[in-house]
């Protein structure tokens, strides 16, 4: 046991679907246990081993002053520091506090805003210390979170295929929204790792694995704006699950 | 000892969903504070669906919890068709009720087997069960993976499924692929009857509680996906737009979730042993028999047993599935138009852990002007903090470790869904 690799998951500001999802490994999961030690999983367990850890998932973004200084605790304790799914990795749906004034947030949801201590930004992990693994996705695909940590555990680079969701499309053929039907898909420009799941359920891709590398979000903006959608809606469009990541951030400016 | 204060405190509670810790101060005899302490940052959701388009709320709101996404897609989905003026039917409801039910038997064995069930066997987690027990996980695993399944099929994915929209779903599921799920959910049926006759062996500390039960009402079935009305046991009987007239929530300086109170008579419990008590007689008729099977009444006061509870609720969703699976036909059309209107919406589902209230207000454009969204937790928060409160008083002879243990195990009763409340758990028992 004592020989065993050390995990431990870390929840900073997030809805808990990411940790969640190595819960929802059925099959693999005993199989799992029986390879590592677990060292700190609160959802799962209020057993507590003390690191260093071999490897650290980290679910959530950075929004309280406490997150601040745990990060930096937790990232002093983990070899390897792996950020799992749209909030760790580009500040998540909260981000949207970014964009607006968190005084004014607090007003409208809190009897007593006083109470609340909430930094002005819901920032990604890899802005307060140094991450060696991302895996994007609002949520992570569990099927990649398992591949990435059997390729930790056995000392090799993990295989998490950069490109976009168009490239997943074709590879399961199936026919493409935006060309075919004029809608409004977020697929050129969202970084693959889902299967292409909307597409095959007859929907555009809205984005929910943030941007690929190098988007062309210009472009795709262009030709929504022919196809008619409003600025706001194309603002919007950009300005969601991963609205803060640095591609997205600034299309959704353009037309703010 | 009697004269010392005595604290009793756990910093971050584990097997719970989300973040909070609780704090018990005991001085002599007398218990003076209890508290749920939420700590799960706040994340504003209520104030950033302001402006956002009104076909967004489902999958924007799923976000506020990995654990139930249904509840919000359902409850906000409900909400937003009342102010375009559609209503879902026929099959498409019956979708929406199937896809709900995977997310029970998910959410369920998750908590029954992985999250309860280690307070009442003593080990700290499901993985040292593991150890001792493989044939128990594995059973556990495979019912839960079933839960996964439905909402695979019909919803794409289980954590944010991505195909229930407003006015229906982007692509409609045919028999065919609903029935390969048959074969598991049989097999599921009847793990779920042994699970309640498992469960039905435990060991239950002698605690009752006279509590107000407060449940949706679902014409003619037991409460799940959408409900029109919301009563109690002790007398409100409310159609959902009447919500806020009745409940009033506060916010307290130890959470980051507001606290859900009846303005009549205060706590209230919602969930398992609220549906149950409520509702018991539209169990399916297998659900029913295993209940009296174990001799449980059809009202359980003792909260520790809502294990059991929750375990003849897997019976039911499982039997409600094969159910509605065998009268399925594949609608002709995915979803029903919804142009954009100005009103005002309401929504209110039964999540695995309880009631679920949501409130829109849009304009003429489409565009949210206003949300509010009462989770299960929030509302029963003041319930928890007084079975703290009464299990405390009841059984202060226990040594420190034991209480705290036990205290614990109170919160877990309720299967606290903190990402959702703060929208949640430390324990701390001080004496003095």
């Not at chain 1, 406490?66 to 520091?81: D, P, Y």
């Not at chain 2, 026929?90 to 995977?102: E, V």
């Not at chain 2, 409160?389 to 109170?410: I, N, P, S, Y």
């Amino acid at each position: 046991m004592a020989d065993l690799p050390k995990i431990s998951v870390w929840k900073f500001s997030s809805c808990d679907g990411c940790q969640l999802s190595l819960l929802h490994c059925e099959d693999e999961l005993l199989a799992l246990l029986g390879r590592v030690q677990i060292a700190y999983f609160m959802e799962a367990t209020r057993a507590e081993v003390a690191g260093p850890y071999d490897v650290t998932l980290v679910e959530g973004s950075v929004t309280t002053p406490e997150e601040v200084e745990r990060i930096k605790e937790v990232r002093e304790q983990s070899k390897l520091l792996v950020t799992i799914g749209a909030c760790a990795t580009a500040g998540g749906i909260q981000s949207l506090k970014n964009f607006a004034s968190v005084k004014e947030y607090t007003d409208i949801v809190y009897a007593h805003p006083e109470f609340i201590d909430s930094l002005e930004t819901s920032t990604p992990i890899s802005d307060h210390v140094t991450v060696d693994l991302e895996l994007q996705g609002c949520p992570i695909n569990k099927k990649q979170l398992v591949d990435t940590l059997l390729a930790v555990l056995a000392g090799r680079r993990p295989n998490v295929p950069s490109g976009s969701v168009c490239r997943e499309c074709k590879m399961a053929g199936v026919s493409c929204l935006l060309v075919g039907k004029g809608e409004a898909c977020m697929g050129p420009v969202t970084h693959s790792g889902c299967g292409a799941l909307c597409p095959s359920f007859d929907r555009p891709c809205f984005g929910c694995y943030g941007p690929m590398d190098s988007p062309n979000t210009a472009s795709l903006a262009a030709r929504w704006n022919e196809l008619g959608l409003s600025e706001d809606a194309i603002m919007r469009a950009f300005r969601t699950y991963n609205g803060y990541q640095p591609a997205f951030r600034e299309e959704s400016i353009r037309h703010a | 000892m009697h004269d010392a204060t005595r604290t009793i405190k756990t910093a971050y509670l584990a097997r719970v969903e989300g973040e909070g810790g609780m704090l018990v101060r005991v001085k002599g005899d007398e218990i003076e504070e209890v508290k749920l302490n939420i700590f799960e940052p706040p994340r504003f959701f209520e104030a950033f669906l302001r402006g956002r388009y009104f076909t967004e709320a489902p999958d924007i709101t799923a976000r506020i919890c990995g654990i139930c996404p249904i509840a919000y897609q359902s409850a906000s989905t409900q909400a937003m068709e009342e102010i375009v003026g559609v209503e879902v039917g026929g099959q498409l409801r019956a979708l929406r009720r199937m896809i709900y039910c995977g997310e029970w038997i998910e959410s369920h064995s998750l908590h029954v087997y992985m999250l309860h069930a280690p307070d009442f066997l003593g080990y700290p987690s499901v993985i040292e069960i593991a150890k001792d027990h493989p044939e128990v996980v594995e059973q556990a695993l495979r019912m839960k993976k079933i839960g996964n399944e439905v909402m695979q099929v019909i919803g794409g994915r289980e954590v944010h499924p991505i195909n229930v929209k407003v006015g229906g779903f982007y692509k409609t599921p045919t028999k065919a692929e609903l029935e390969t799920l048959v074969p598991e959910l049989e097999w599921g049926l009847q793990a779920s009857l042994d699970t309640v006759r498992w469960a039905a062996t435990l060991d239950f500390p002698d605690f009752e509680q006279d509590y107000e039960f407060v449940a949706m009402v679902e014409d003619g079935l037991y409460p799940i996906d959408r409900g029109d009305r919301i009563i109690s046991s002790k007398g409100l009987d409310i159609p959902i737009s009447a919500f806020y007239d009745h409940v009033a929530e506060e916010h307290v300086e130890h959470a980051n979730a507001l606290q859900g109170r009846l303005k009549e008579r205060g706590a209230y419990m919602v969930g398992p042993l609220a549906r149950y008590a409520l509702w018991h007689n539209l169990l399916c008729d297998k659900a029913k028999a295993v209940a009296e099977e174990i001799g449980l009444p059809k009202v359980v006061n003792n909260p520790f047993k809502s294990i059991i509870v929750r375990s003849i609720e897997l019976v039911e969703v499982f039997n409600e599935l094969l159910r509605l699976i065998g009268e399925y036909e594949q609608p002709a059309e995915p979803s029903l138009d919804c142009p954009p209107r100005a009103g005002t919406g309401h929504g209110v589902s039964e999540a695995p852990r309880g009631t679920i209230y949501h409130r829109y207000m849009t304009d003429n454009a489409g565009l949210i002007t206003d949300a509010k969204i009462v989770p299960p937790t929030a509302q029963n928060q003041p319930q928890i903090e007084d079975d703290l409160k009464q299990f405390v008083g009841k059984f202060m002879d226990l040594d420190h470790e034991e209480l705290t243990l036990r205290c614990e195990q109170a919160i877990r009763n309720y299967d606290p869904c903190i990402s959702c409340a703060t929208h949640f758990l430390t324990l701390e028992i001080e004496r003095t």
